[in-house]
């Protein structure tokens, strides 16, 4: 059963760089099948799709952060990176990562998610 | 404002039946995409419900059902019970983004 886990600082100040890590168990990160993916949710709020990264490295963002995201994979490690740069009090948020199978787009398993807290 | 709609709140008593509404456009459900749906309990990760308008992954009861009808899509859920109470939010394709609804809070009464 594949499990999926975030790690990474919990508060990050303004105009800083925001990184995580997702680490996959139970299963390959380099399975073709698969897109790696990030989402967030702010707090009350609802999810919104941050992008995904694919296991040969191949990325694509939801435009409204593609200027800030970068994302990355590691197959040695069995892990996935997220990078948000420039962030505001607006990118305080839960982040999660999560698995979607190609060609059906849903996300299954999450991550138990990990909150982010921009603040001076 | 999400580009798939859902209301924001719903509420039932134990054992009645309760809808949940996800309106789309021709760009998303009206294109084809497929829909599915999250459970999100308090404190917790989404949790995959309904894949592909309905289809229930293994271990999710029957009581959970799902279906389409033009360019939107509902969620079921009959035999109220407490555990239910969480909120919900479905997710499709539009364009090359995929997309959610702003979620709905079921309340159990």
């Known amino acids: 059963q594949v499990q999926l886990q975030e790690s990474g600082p919990g508060l990050v100040k303004p105009s800083q760089t925001l990184s995580l890590t997702c680490t996959v168990s139970?299963?390959?990160?380099?399975?073709?099948?698969?897109?790696w993916s990030w989402i967030r949710q702010p707090p009350g709020k609802g999810l919104e799709w941050i992008g995904y990264?694919?296991?040969?490295?191949?990325?694509y963002f939801n435009p409204s952060l593609r200027s800030r995201v970068t994302m990355s994979v590691d197959t040695s490690q069995n892990q996935f990176s997220l990078k948000l740069s420039s962030v505001t009090a607006a990118d305080t948020a839960v982040y999660y990562c999560?698995?979607?199978?190609?060609?059906?787009?849903?996300?299954?398993?999450w991550g138990q998610g990990t909150l982010v807290t921009v603040s001076s | 404002q999400s580009v798939l709609t859902q209301p924001p709140s719903v509420s039932g008593a134990p054992g009645q039946r309760v809808t949940i509404s996800c309106t789309g456009s021709?760009?998303?459900?009206?294109?084809?995409?497929?829909l599915h749906w999250y459970q999100q309990l308090p404190g917790t990760a989404p949790k995959l419900l309904i894949y592909?308008?309905?289809n229930r992954p293994s271990g999710v009861p029957d009581r959970f059902s799902g279906s389409k009808s033009g360019t939107s899509a509902s969620l079921a859920i009959t035999g109220l019970q407490a555990e239910d109470e969480a909120d919900y939010y479905c997710?499709?394709?539009?364009?090359?983004?995929?997309?959610f609804g702003g979620g709905t809070k079921l309340t159990v009464l």
């Open positions: 997710q499709s394709f539009d364009s090359t983004l995929r997309v």
């Open positions: 139970g299963g390959s990160i380099s399975s073709g099948d698969y897109y």
């Open positions: 592909g308008y309905s």
């Open positions: 021709s760009s998303n459900i009206g294109a084809g995409y497929n």
């Open positions: 999560a698995r979607e199978e190609i060609m059906r787009n849903w996300f299954d398993p």
């Open positions: 990264v694919y296991y040969n490295g191949n990325s």
